[in-house]
């Protein structure tokens, strides 16, 4: 009986590790995988020729003059 409990604590301890190995595995996987990802964009841009605070405003409510020709219209 004791020779048993000995070859099963030895089994029960590499399944273990071995679990513990592909757990380590699959979060790393996934930490990579996260970080990849694009950000999403705060605003998206709309040409508007002679962009001013009101024109902007007018296509987009809240929308910032990027530039001199663009909206920045922000995503809800």
């Not at 048993?4 to 592909?22: C, E, N, S, W």
């Not at 990579?32 to 964009?41: K, M, N, S, V």
């Amino acid at each position: 009986m004791a020779i048993f409990k000995k070859k099963a604590g030895a089994l029960f301890l590499a399944t273990l590790m071995v679990i513990a190995t592909l757990r380590l595995a699959t979060t790393a996987n996934n930490e990579i995988q996260t970080d990849a990802l694009p950000l999403p964009a705060k605003c998206y841009e709309l040409d508007l020729p002679n962009c001013t605070l009101e024109s902007c405003n007018k296509f987009c409510h809240g929308g910032k003059c990027t530039s001199y020709d663009g909206c920045c219209c922000p995503i809800a």
